[in-house]
Every structure is written in structure tokens, then in C-alpha cells.
């Protein structure tokens, strides 16, 4: 008799060991009762290729894709959805019977948790302040740029990425380059949006907020990407303005909801993947 083997899907990184996407994709499927396994596959860049190479094995469902490879897995990959060719990153991958399509959801995880309690652009959000200009900074830039925001500052550290950054986005007119030096131009912002890994759990600079607490104000939307800890020293810093907080936790649940949604083809457990990220992230 054989036994019956279970789908694959799994997240590739280089380290994965802190990824908590295989706990809450598992517990969906779990619930949902679909018989897959979803798996760390711990990627070194130089075995990128192979690693994308093997989804296209039938039992493959697809895969997650993350830090350091969002971009550098472009060229694997057979089809692109418009909002991963415009960013130039994918963060889902989709084997259709050998056939890979490329996605990004981190910029619907990132409205979605943004206008979960209200519209943020009917509310008077014109102005947004990105902290940080790499990959994920590139994802928030192109959103709110697509949804409407009227003006757009990123911060970064190293100047050269933001110039490079704003290049990526088409040079527009209503986006200002500047450092963490700049405190003109990081003040009076309807939203300030934390992209840099500072704040992060076991990071280097883990007790460290992206922003001193003057550019905050109690209309001020903060939304920390930094999901562990829940309540980085950013969030505390807005939380004891009276500042609207928001953890990176929803995005994180809602990029993978999505992602879910897309293999899959039913309504992602939201409520199952929260529980279990949270229950993991508690440990
Ligand atoms: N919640 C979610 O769903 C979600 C999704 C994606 C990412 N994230 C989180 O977002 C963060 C950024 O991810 P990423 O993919 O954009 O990383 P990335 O491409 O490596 O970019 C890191 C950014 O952080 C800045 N930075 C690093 N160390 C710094 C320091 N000591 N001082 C000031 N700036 C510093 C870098 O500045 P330089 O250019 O000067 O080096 C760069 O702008 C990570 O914590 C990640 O876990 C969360």
C-alpha cells in the first residue's frame, strides 16, 4: 500500500528561524482541512535557484518568500502579477501545474490593516513620513503613492537608498528624500510608517525607536512594521503621545490571508491565523 503524501507549501529566507508564517499558514490549513504541510525552507542565495526550480514538482502548492529574496526571485519565475512587476518584489509564489506566478500581497496586508478602523485618506491622511528605504519601505512608498497620498517624505539612514528609491517609484514630484538628521521634514505627518528593522526582537538595534517622540502628535497615525515585539519602542512612544498605534502583527496576517486566498482559492481563517501568531509570538 502506498502512502498518501501530503501537499508542500513553504516560505523561503535566508535565516528563516524567526519566521512565525509556519505556524499561522499551518493552523489554517489545519482548520480549512486541506492536507498540506507548510514548511521553513531555510534558502541560502546561492541555492535560490534550485529552491524555486523545485515548486514546479507537482505535489507543490506554492511558497511565501521573504528576506533576503523578494526581489533576487524575479527572474525564476514565469508570470508576474502587475502590483509584484510595478514593485519589483515578490513575497508569493503560485505553481500552477509547473507554471510559476509571482505576487506581492505586503501592500494589501498593509492598507488592509491601515484602514481597518476608518479610511485613513477620508480622514484627512495627505501626508506620510516612510521610515527606512529598502524592501519593504519600496512596498508602503508604491501603496499609498496608488492610493492617493498627497505628499511623501522617506527617511533613511543612507541617503543614496531613498534618491535610489525614489527613482524606483518614477521620480514623483510630491516625494522629498531626506535623513533622520532632516527633523524639518519628519515633523507634521498624518501618518509616519517604521520600515527600518529597528525595534525588532533580537535585532541590533532591538531598544531603539526610528524617531524621537517630538515628530509625534496625537492626530499622528504610527504604524510599526516590526511585528515582535508587539509593542516596539516606536509604538510605546506614540502610545504615551495618545497617538494611533498600529503593530506590524495585522500586516504580517493579512499578507499571508492573502497569500492563503491565492493557493488556495477559499477565505483564509483570519481569525485561526491570529490566535496561532499570537499564541507563537507569546513564547
Ligand atoms: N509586518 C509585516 O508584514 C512586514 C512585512 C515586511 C517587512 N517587515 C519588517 O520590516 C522591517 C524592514 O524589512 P525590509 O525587508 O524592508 O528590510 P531591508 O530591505 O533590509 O531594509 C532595512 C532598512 O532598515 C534600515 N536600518 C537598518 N539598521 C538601521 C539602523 N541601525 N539605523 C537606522 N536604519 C537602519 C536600513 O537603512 P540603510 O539603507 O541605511 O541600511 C533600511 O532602510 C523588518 O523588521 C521586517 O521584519 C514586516
Given at each position: 500500500?502506498?502512502?498518501k503524501t501530503?501537499?508542500?507549501?513553504?516560505?523561503?529566507g535566508y535565516?528563516?528561524?524567526?519566521?512565525?508564517?509556519?505556524?499561522?499558514?499551518?493552523?489554517?490549513?489545519?482548520?480549512?482541512?486541506?492536507?498540506?504541510?507548510?514548511?521553513?525552507?531555510?534558502?541560502?542565495?546561492e541555492?535560490?535557484?534550485d529552491?524555486?526550480?523545485?515548486?514546479?514538482?507537482?505535489?507543490?502548492?506554492?511558497a511565501?518568500?521573504?528576506?533576503?529574496?523578494?526581489q533576487?526571485?524575479?527572474?525564476?519565475?514565469?508570470n508576474?502579477?502587475?502590483?509584484a512587476?510595478e514593485i519589483?518584489?515578490?513575497?508569493?509564489i503560485v505553481?500552477d501545474?509547473?507554471v510559476?506566478?509571482?505576487h506581492?500581497?505586503?501592500?494589501?496586508g498593509?492598507?488592509?490593516s491601515?484602514?481597518n478602523?476608518?479610511?485613513f485618506?477620508a480622514?484627512?491622511g495627505?501626508s506620510?513620513?516612510?521610515?527606512?528605504a529598502?524592501?519593504?519601505?519600496?512596498a508602503?512608498?508604491y501603496?499609498?503613492?496608488?492610493?492617493?497620498?498627497k505628499?511623501l517624505?522617506i527617511?533613511?539612514?543612507?541617503?543614496?537608498?531613498?534618491?535610489?528609491?525614489?527613482?524606483?517609484?518614477?521620480n514623483?514630484e510630491?516625494?522629498?528624500?531626506?535623513?533622520?538628521?532632516?527633523t524639518d521634514?519628519?515633523?507634521?505627518?498624518h501618518?509616519?510608517v517604521?520600515?527600518t528593522?529597528?525595534?525588532m526582537k533580537?535585532g541590533p538595534?532591538?531598544?531603539?525607536?526610528?524617531l524621537s517622540?517630538?515628530?509625534?502628535?496625537k492626530?499622528t497615525?504610527?504604524f510599526?512594521?516590526?511585528?515582535n515585539?508587539?509593542?516596539t519602542?516606536?509604538?510605546?512612544e506614540?502610545?504615551?503621545i495618545?497617538?494611533?498605534?498600529?503593530?506590524?502583527?495585522?500586516?504580517?496576517?493579512y499578507?499571508?490571508?492573502?497569500?492563503?486566498?491565492?493557493?488556495?482559492?477559499?477565505?483564509?481563517p483570519?481569525?485561526v491565523m491570529?490566535?496561532a501568531?499570537?499564541n507563537?509570538?507569546?513564547?
Amino acid at each position: 500500500m502506498t502512502e498518501k503524501t501530503s501537499s508542500l507549501l513553504g516560505i523561503i529566507g535566508y535565516p528563516i528561524g524567526h519566521s512565525v508564517s509556519p505556524v499561522f499558514q499551518q493552523a489554517a490549513l489545519n482548520h480549512a482541512g486541506i492536507d498540506a504541510k507548510y514548511l521553513a525552507w531555510e534558502t541560502p542565495p546561492e541555492n535560490l535557484s534550485d529552491r524555486i526550480n523545485s515548486l514546479k514538482e507537482s505535489g507543490v502548492i506554492g511558497a511565501n518568500v521573504t528576506v533576503p529574496h523578494k526581489q533576487s526571485v524575479l527572474p525564476f519565475l514565469d508570470n508576474l502579477s502587475k502590483t509584484a512587476r510595478e514593485i519589483g518584489a515578490v513575497n508569493t509564489i503560485v505553481n500552477d501545474k509547473g507554471v510559476l506566478y509571482g505576487h506581492n500581497t505586503d501592500v494589501f496586508g498593509f492598507m488592509k490593516s491601515l484602514h481597518n478602523d476608518g479610511d485613513f485618506f477620508a480622514d484627512g491622511g495627505q501626508s506620510a513620513l516612510v521610515l527606512g528605504a529598502g524592501g519593504s519601505a519600496k512596498a508602503i512608498a508604491y501603496g499609498l503613492l496608488r492610493d492617493g497620498i498627497k505628499k511623501l517624505v522617506i527617511s533613511n539612514r543612507t541617503l543614496s537608498r531613498a534618491v535610489q528609491l525614489k527613482k524606483e517609484l518614477g521620480n514623483p514630484e510630491n516625494v522629498f528624500v531626506a535623513t533622520p538628521e532632516s527633523t524639518d521634514m519628519l515633523r507634521d505627518h498624518h501618518l509616519i510608517v517604521n520600515c527600518t528593522t529597528l525595534g525588532m526582537k533580537h535585532g541590533p538595534g532591538e531598544d531603539k525607536s526610528p524617531l524621537s517622540p517630538e515628530h509625534i502628535s496625537k492626530g499622528t497615525v504610527v504604524f510599526d512594521l516590526v511585528y515582535n515585539p508587539r509593542r516596539t519602542p516606536l509604538i510605546k512612544e506614540a502610545m504615551g503621545i495618545g497617538a494611533r498605534a498600529i503593530s506590524g502583527l495585522p500586516m504580517l496576517i493579512y499578507q499571508g490571508a492573502e497569500a492563503f486566498r491565492l493557493w488556495t482559492g477559499i477565505n483564509p481563517p483570519t481569525e485561526v491565523m491570529f490566535d496561532a501568531a499570537e499564541n507563537a509570538l507569546k513564547g
